[in-house]
């Protein structure tokens, strides 16, 4: 598709040889600051990666620290935990029950009406005909029509379409869609394009709340219109009208784009004869994409639509109806004459499905609605206005329950509430930090008012050994008899003392000693 291009932009040029050097170009300070600024940056990340890596995260409480705390206070807080994890593993399943609950739960669908209509302007018998005497039959007058597409939910008890939002009624208008369009060849004039573009008109009612119902744009990802006639042949020169709905992240707490919430679509053009156009509807099957089955797989699971899930457990049912499991764990399928047509292969294991499905997974093909637009008087000079073209279709509803988790993930609250919970377990990890250290400095004081004296001996000949093995004097335990095996005296690569963890560990000794 040819999107609308500014011809009239200048051209960008590159550097000439005579060109005068540029005034603006960054100075030799100019760059060492710049590079100052992002080694700085750098540093500054660094640190922060740093600090998240030190950030503490254990909340267990140290082994022993219930025989030297007064009360129960121990106990309390590992209740507590037990009724968190608890509480975690429930949270987590409901969370798994929703989601498989959103995925695998059966889809609603209503019933959206379509009215395709068109008007007439500045057409020869509207202008009351031309002079016959006159050598020149030639007009000024731009013979136009205008082609109006409008599409609304049914209510499902009265079978009327929805009525309109309150801001649009206040508004007066409906939206209007800005079309992208198509020429087929070269050969259109730049104004054609212009003139055109400014005949596909978008009007927006003044609103900012979030919309109360789901409206015609967004039942489908695009909006293609087809005329029946060759580019040259049109007066335009455009063939195709395109409309692809905008990429953006529904909320509860703002309205979707402007292109991609409305309810009608109008476009003008030039001509003065009856025209066939199609217009094409390619559906938007969220969350589940649909496809459309191939042939084979189609006659296998006897649908012709289907989303991937739906097809995975209709291939399980039809092996478990057949008894095609190979071994006890099911996890192997023999295949039967209509599997092996299908998938070319006498066994496959079941893990390999998903994958072996997707060449049988087609997109789903565009919706065809024909219409002709009339422009001869017959059709438009009646007293009655003319009766539209009317089409229902089958479109996916939203479900009431995604609708709900969507407005408990964006509301503050929910979010006020989850920072409040972090906030809580980082200052609950850094209390139990300290108390482990504090836990380590009872033990450490504890051991020495018990034996003072051998406290300060192990202690001392705990020092000598490492200062004696960072030194190279000695052997780690020789003096306790622990270590002193021919392993620990023995160097080299293949050695004990050449293992990554000695190495990491004398590196730690001497970077504690500067």
Known sequence: ???????????????????????????????????????????????????????????????????????????????????????????????????????????????????????????????????????????????????????????????????????EDDAGQKPQEDAKEKQDGAGAAEDSEE????????????????????????????????????????????????????????????????????????????????????????RDEHPAEKYKLSQPLAELLDMEEADRPTVLMALWEYIKLANLQMDDEQRRVSCDTKLREIFNTDSLLFHQLPELIRPYLLDLPPLHLPYTIRTDAAFHSSSTP???????IRVPLPSPLTTTMRALIASPTHTTTLTTISRIDDRLALLLQAITHEKAKHGFLSSMCTDPVGFVRRWVMSQQRDLEVVLGKGSWGEADGEWGGEEWRRGGKMGVWGSEGAWEGVGSLLGKMK
């Open 1 to 167: 598709m040819q999107q609308h291009r500014n011809f009239g932009a200048p051209a960008r040029r590159g550097p000439s040889q005579l060109m005068p050097s540029n005034p603006q170009a960054p100075t030799q300070a100019q760059i060492l600051q710049q590079q100052q600024a992002e080694h700085q940056a750098q540093v500054r990340r660094q640190e922060e990666a740093k600090n998240r890596s030190r950030k503490p995260v254990n909340k267990h409480l140290p082994e022993g620290l219930e025989q030297i705390v007064i009360g129960d206070g121990v106990q309390q807080y590992k209740s507590m935990r037990d009724v968190e994890r608890r509480l975690d593993a429930v949270m987590m399943r409901r969370r798994l029950d929703i989601q498989d609950s959103l995925q695998r739960g059966p889809k609603q669908y209503g019933t959206m009406r379509i009215w395709i209509s068109n008007t007439v302007e500045n057409q020869p018998w509207q202008a009351g005909g031309m002079d016959p005497h006159s050598f020149d039959f030639s007009s000024n007058i731009e013979a136009t029509f205008k082609v109006k597409i409008e599409g609304r939910l049914l209510d499902p008890h009265t079978g009327e379409p929805e009525a309109e939002d309150e801001d």
């Open 195 to 282: 003139r055109a573009a400014k005949r596909t008109k978008l009007s927006i009612p003044p609103t900012n709340t979030p919309p109360l119902r789901k409206k015609f744009s967004q039942f489908f990802k695009s909006i293609t219109i087809d005329f029946d006639r060759p580019h040259a042949v049109q007066p335009d020169g455009y063939t195709q009208i395109r409309w692809t709905r905008p990429d953006y992240v529904p909320s509860t707490q703002a309205p979707p784009p402007l292109e991609a919430d409305f309810d009608c679509l109008e476009f003008e053009r030039k001509a003065d004869e009856n025209i066939n156009v199609v217009v094409n509807l390619v």
């Open 386 to 392: 003319p009766t539209p073209t009317i089409y229902d």
